[in-house]
Protein backbone atom coordinates (compact mmCIF):
# COMPACT_ATOMS: atom_id res chain seq x y z
CA UNK A 1 0.00 0.00 0.00
CA UNK A 2 1.41 3.17 -0.97
CA UNK A 3 1.10 6.75 0.76
CA UNK A 4 -1.15 8.38 -1.54
CA UNK A 5 -4.28 6.76 -0.05
CA UNK A 6 -6.47 9.87 0.12
CA UNK A 7 -9.05 8.92 -2.74
CA UNK A 8 -11.88 6.30 -1.79
CA UNK A 9 -10.81 2.77 -2.25
CA UNK A 10 -13.63 0.91 -3.44
CA UNK A 11 -13.35 -2.82 -3.63
CA UNK A 12 -15.76 -5.77 -5.03
CA UNK A 13 -15.28 -8.55 -2.35
CA UNK A 14 -18.82 -10.36 -3.33
CA UNK A 15 -20.60 -10.30 -6.44
CA UNK A 16 -23.78 -8.46 -4.64
CA UNK A 17 -21.30 -5.89 -1.86
CA UNK A 18 -19.77 -2.30 -2.90
CA UNK A 19 -16.90 -1.39 -0.35
CA UNK A 20 -15.92 1.84 -0.30
CA UNK A 21 -13.03 3.53 2.52
CA UNK A 22 -11.26 6.96 2.98
CA UNK A 23 -9.32 8.09 5.47
CA UNK A 24 -9.94 11.49 7.40
CA UNK A 25 -7.42 13.64 9.13
CA UNK A 26 -10.31 14.18 11.72
CA UNK A 27 -11.62 12.44 15.05
CA UNK A 28 -14.52 10.23 14.54
CA UNK A 29 -17.43 12.05 15.94
CA UNK A 30 -16.54 14.84 13.62
CA UNK A 31 -16.67 12.49 10.88
CA UNK A 32 -20.06 11.03 11.83
CA UNK A 33 -21.39 14.22 12.85
CA UNK A 34 -20.79 15.56 8.96
CA UNK A 35 -22.20 12.39 7.93
CA UNK A 36 -25.52 12.75 9.84
CA UNK A 37 -26.53 16.37 10.05
CA UNK A 38 -28.49 17.97 7.52
CA UNK A 39 -26.98 20.92 6.84
CA UNK A 40 -23.22 19.10 6.32
CA UNK A 41 -24.95 16.72 3.94
CA UNK A 42 -26.05 18.83 1.97
CA UNK A 43 -22.66 20.49 1.15
CA UNK A 44 -20.70 17.22 0.66
CA UNK A 45 -23.18 14.56 -0.60
CA UNK A 46 -23.89 15.70 -4.26
CA UNK A 47 -19.39 15.68 -4.74
CA UNK A 48 -19.36 17.37 -8.05
CA UNK A 49 -22.22 15.76 -9.81
CA UNK A 50 -25.36 18.45 -9.19
CA UNK A 51 -26.75 20.47 -6.09
CA UNK A 52 -28.14 19.06 -3.50
CA UNK A 53 -31.48 20.83 -2.38
CA UNK A 54 -33.21 18.58 -0.16
CA UNK A 55 -31.60 16.70 3.19
CA UNK A 56 -33.82 15.29 5.98
CA UNK A 57 -32.60 13.20 8.27
CA UNK A 58 -34.73 11.69 11.43
CA UNK A 59 -31.79 10.60 13.13
CA UNK A 60 -33.35 7.45 15.44
CA UNK A 61 -33.92 4.08 14.67
CA UNK A 62 -36.69 3.37 12.70
CA UNK A 63 -36.61 7.28 11.42
CA UNK A 64 -36.74 8.66 7.66
CA UNK A 65 -34.33 9.90 5.64
CA UNK A 66 -34.29 11.46 2.50
CA UNK A 67 -31.54 13.15 -0.07
CA UNK A 68 -32.65 15.09 -3.23
CA UNK A 69 -30.34 16.47 -5.76
CA UNK A 70 -30.19 18.05 -8.82
CA UNK A 71 -27.78 17.20 -11.39
CA UNK A 72 -25.83 19.20 -13.22
CA UNK A 73 -27.78 17.61 -16.43
CA UNK A 74 -30.39 19.59 -15.00
CA UNK A 75 -32.77 16.23 -13.60
CA UNK A 76 -33.82 15.41 -10.30
CA UNK A 77 -32.56 12.16 -8.34
CA UNK A 78 -33.81 11.09 -5.27
CA UNK A 79 -32.68 8.43 -2.82
CA UNK A 80 -34.59 7.94 0.85
CA UNK A 81 -34.42 5.14 3.42
CA UNK A 82 -34.96 4.04 7.11
CA UNK A 83 -32.39 3.87 9.85
CA UNK A 84 -31.89 0.46 11.20
CA UNK A 85 -29.05 1.11 13.18
CA UNK A 86 -27.39 3.76 14.98
CA UNK A 87 -23.57 3.82 17.53
CA UNK A 88 -23.17 7.91 17.39
CA UNK A 89 -19.97 8.27 16.01
CA UNK A 90 -19.13 4.52 15.68
CA UNK A 91 -21.66 2.90 13.21
CA UNK A 92 -25.26 3.62 10.85
CA UNK A 93 -27.06 1.08 9.14
CA UNK A 94 -29.60 2.62 7.30
CA UNK A 95 -31.64 1.08 4.36
CA UNK A 96 -31.52 3.09 0.58
CA UNK A 97 -33.39 3.53 -2.27
CA UNK A 98 -33.22 5.39 -5.20
CA UNK A 99 -36.44 6.64 -6.47
CA UNK A 100 -37.49 6.08 -9.57
CA UNK A 101 -40.02 8.48 -11.31
CA UNK A 102 -43.39 6.43 -11.48
CA UNK A 103 -41.97 3.49 -9.86
CA UNK A 104 -43.78 2.69 -6.32
CA UNK A 105 -41.02 2.52 -3.72
CA UNK A 106 -42.13 -0.56 -2.77
CA UNK A 107 -41.01 -2.32 -5.85
CA UNK A 108 -37.50 -0.67 -5.97
CA UNK A 109 -34.92 -2.60 -4.58
CA UNK A 110 -33.45 -1.55 -1.58
CA UNK A 111 -29.79 -2.07 -0.35
CA UNK A 112 -29.02 -2.42 3.33
CA UNK A 113 -25.75 0.33 3.91
CA UNK A 114 -23.32 -0.11 7.09
CA UNK A 115 -21.29 2.81 7.15
CA UNK A 116 -18.22 2.50 9.86
CA UNK A 117 -16.09 5.39 11.84
CA UNK A 118 -12.92 3.73 13.02
CA UNK A 119 -10.68 6.31 14.92
CA UNK A 120 -6.50 5.54 15.03
CA UNK A 121 -4.10 8.39 16.30
CA UNK A 122 -6.78 11.34 15.83
CA UNK A 123 -7.28 10.28 11.77
CA UNK A 124 -10.56 8.27 11.14
CA UNK A 125 -11.28 5.68 8.70
CA UNK A 126 -14.76 5.39 7.22
CA UNK A 127 -15.88 2.33 5.45
CA UNK A 128 -19.16 1.89 3.23
CA UNK A 129 -20.65 -1.44 2.64
CA UNK A 130 -23.62 -1.61 0.39
CA UNK A 131 -25.22 -4.86 0.57
CA UNK A 132 -27.21 -5.39 -2.43
CA UNK A 133 -30.52 -7.65 -3.03
CA UNK A 134 -28.83 -9.70 -5.58
CA UNK A 135 -25.73 -9.29 -7.98
CA UNK A 136 -27.52 -7.81 -10.78
CA UNK A 137 -29.24 -4.69 -8.64
CA UNK A 138 -25.15 -4.00 -7.67
CA UNK A 139 -24.11 -4.43 -11.39
CA UNK A 140 -27.01 -1.29 -11.99
CA UNK A 141 -25.76 0.62 -9.22
CA UNK A 142 -22.25 0.75 -10.48
CA UNK A 143 -23.58 1.75 -13.93
CA UNK A 144 -25.43 4.26 -12.85
CA UNK A 145 -22.22 5.79 -11.82
CA UNK A 146 -20.78 5.95 -15.34
CA UNK A 147 -22.13 8.92 -16.90
CA UNK A 148 -19.57 11.42 -17.07
CA UNK A 149 -17.65 9.42 -15.06
CA UNK A 150 -16.02 7.01 -18.25
CA UNK A 151 -13.01 9.82 -19.01
CA UNK A 152 -13.15 11.77 -15.46
CA UNK A 153 -10.19 10.14 -14.33
CA UNK A 154 -7.30 7.68 -14.79
CA UNK A 155 -6.49 7.85 -11.39
CA UNK A 156 -9.65 6.69 -10.16
CA UNK A 157 -9.05 3.86 -12.47
CA UNK A 158 -5.49 3.29 -10.79
CA UNK A 159 -7.29 3.44 -7.45
CA UNK A 160 -9.96 0.84 -8.29
CA UNK A 161 -6.94 -1.17 -10.05
CA UNK A 162 -5.24 -1.26 -6.69
CA UNK A 163 -7.86 -2.30 -4.82
CA UNK A 164 -8.66 -5.05 -6.90
CA UNK A 165 -5.98 -6.39 -7.82
CA UNK B 1 -24.51 -6.21 -17.59
CA UNK B 2 -24.47 -9.60 -18.88
CA UNK B 3 -22.42 -11.98 -17.29
CA UNK B 4 -21.31 -15.85 -18.45
CA UNK B 5 -20.81 -18.96 -16.68
CA UNK B 6 -18.77 -18.15 -13.29
CA UNK B 7 -15.60 -19.57 -14.18
CA UNK B 8 -15.47 -17.57 -17.20
CA UNK B 9 -16.49 -14.57 -16.31
CA UNK B 10 -13.68 -12.10 -15.14
CA UNK B 11 -16.31 -10.65 -12.45
CA UNK B 12 -17.25 -13.82 -10.47
CA UNK B 13 -13.21 -14.82 -10.55
CA UNK B 14 -12.29 -12.18 -9.03
CA UNK B 15 -15.43 -11.88 -6.28
CA UNK B 16 -13.87 -14.77 -4.60
CA UNK B 17 -12.02 -14.07 -1.41
CA UNK B 18 -9.54 -16.84 -1.73
CA UNK B 19 -8.82 -15.94 -5.75
CA UNK B 20 -8.77 -12.25 -4.52
CA UNK B 21 -5.83 -12.99 -1.56
CA UNK B 22 -4.26 -14.51 -4.51
CA UNK B 23 -4.57 -11.98 -6.71
CA UNK B 24 -2.85 -9.64 -4.05
CA UNK B 25 -0.29 -11.92 -3.39
CA UNK B 26 0.84 -12.06 -7.20
CA UNK B 27 0.05 -8.24 -7.62
CA UNK B 28 3.55 -7.56 -5.22
CA UNK B 29 5.24 -10.34 -7.86
CA UNK B 30 5.83 -13.75 -9.73
CA UNK B 31 4.96 -16.91 -7.41
CA UNK B 32 5.16 -20.29 -7.69
CA UNK B 33 2.37 -22.72 -6.57
CA UNK B 34 4.30 -23.76 -3.84
CA UNK B 35 5.07 -20.20 -2.06
CA UNK B 36 1.35 -19.58 -2.65
CA UNK B 37 0.22 -22.50 -0.82
CA UNK B 38 2.58 -21.22 2.01
CA UNK B 39 1.58 -17.53 2.17
CA UNK B 40 -2.50 -18.63 2.21
CA UNK B 41 -2.20 -21.67 4.14
CA UNK B 42 -4.27 -23.64 2.07
CA UNK B 43 -3.92 -27.04 -0.02
CA UNK B 44 -2.04 -27.29 -2.64
CA UNK B 45 -5.54 -28.84 -4.90
CA UNK B 46 -7.43 -25.63 -3.63
CA UNK B 47 -5.00 -23.15 -4.40
CA UNK B 48 -4.49 -24.61 -8.25
CA UNK B 49 -8.15 -25.09 -8.38
CA UNK B 50 -8.02 -21.08 -8.04
CA UNK B 51 -5.07 -20.59 -10.33
CA UNK B 52 -7.13 -22.42 -12.75
CA UNK B 53 -9.83 -20.17 -12.52
CA UNK B 54 -7.80 -17.40 -12.38
CA UNK B 55 -6.24 -18.32 -16.05
CA UNK B 56 -9.39 -19.04 -17.42
CA UNK B 57 -10.45 -15.57 -17.56
CA UNK B 58 -6.73 -14.26 -18.42
CA UNK B 59 -6.70 -12.52 -14.87
CA UNK B 60 -3.25 -14.71 -14.33
CA UNK B 61 -0.32 -15.91 -16.33
CA UNK B 62 2.25 -18.50 -16.07
CA UNK B 63 5.64 -19.18 -17.31
CA UNK B 64 8.36 -22.04 -16.84
CA UNK B 65 11.07 -21.36 -15.39
CA UNK B 66 13.42 -24.22 -15.00
CA UNK B 67 11.96 -26.86 -12.78
CA UNK B 68 8.81 -23.99 -11.34
CA UNK B 69 5.77 -22.65 -12.83
CA UNK B 70 5.77 -19.07 -12.45
CA UNK B 71 2.23 -17.23 -11.59
CA UNK B 72 1.52 -13.44 -12.00
CA UNK B 73 -1.20 -10.95 -12.49
CA UNK B 74 -2.05 -9.93 -15.78
CA UNK B 75 -4.08 -6.50 -15.78
CA UNK B 76 -5.19 -7.01 -19.16
CA UNK B 77 -8.61 -9.26 -17.99
CA UNK B 78 -8.77 -6.95 -15.04
CA UNK B 79 -8.88 -3.92 -17.09
CA UNK B 80 -12.80 -3.96 -18.25
CA UNK B 81 -13.52 -4.37 -14.49
CA UNK B 82 -11.93 -1.40 -13.36
CA UNK B 83 -13.13 0.37 -16.48
CA UNK B 84 -16.55 -0.57 -15.58
CA UNK B 85 -16.66 0.66 -11.74
CA UNK B 86 -14.23 3.80 -11.86
CA UNK B 87 -17.31 5.99 -12.90
CA UNK B 88 -19.09 5.36 -9.58
CA UNK B 89 -15.79 4.96 -7.79
CA UNK B 90 -15.15 8.88 -8.95
CA UNK B 91 -18.58 9.97 -7.48
CA UNK B 92 -17.46 8.68 -4.28
CA UNK B 93 -14.12 10.12 -4.62
CA UNK B 94 -15.44 13.31 -5.23
CA UNK B 95 -18.10 13.04 -3.20
CA UNK B 96 -15.79 11.97 0.09
CA UNK B 97 -13.17 14.89 -1.18
CA UNK B 98 -16.25 17.38 0.19
CA UNK B 99 -16.60 15.81 2.50
CA UNK B 100 -13.24 16.09 3.69
CA UNK B 101 -13.31 20.07 3.36
CA UNK B 102 -16.74 19.62 5.58
CA UNK B 103 -14.82 17.39 8.12
CA UNK B 104 -11.80 19.82 7.77
CA UNK B 105 -14.07 22.97 8.58
CA UNK B 106 -15.38 21.37 11.78
CA UNK B 107 -12.31 20.74 13.03
CA UNK B 108 -10.99 24.08 12.48
CA UNK B 109 -13.63 25.50 14.44
CA UNK B 110 -13.52 23.13 17.06
CA UNK B 111 -9.58 23.82 17.73
CA UNK B 112 -10.67 27.47 17.54
CA UNK B 113 -12.63 26.92 20.58
Same mark, same amino acid.
Given at each position: MTSTNRAAQLTLQADDQIHITREFDAPRHLVYRACTTPDLVRQWWGGQRGV $??? $? @?????VGGRWRYVMTANEGFEVAFHGEFRELVPNERTVTTEVFEMPGVPPEQLPATLNTVTFVEAGGRTTMTVLVQCPSPDVRDAIIASGM @???MNESYDALEQVARGLA | MARAATTTDAFNAVAEPRRRQILDLLAQGELPVTELVERLGLAQPVVSKHLRVLR =??????? /? =??? /??RLYRVDGRALKPIFDWVSGYEALWSQRLDALEAVVTRLKEQEERR
Open positions: $VTS $V @EIDLR @EGG | =EVGAVSV /R =EDG /RQ
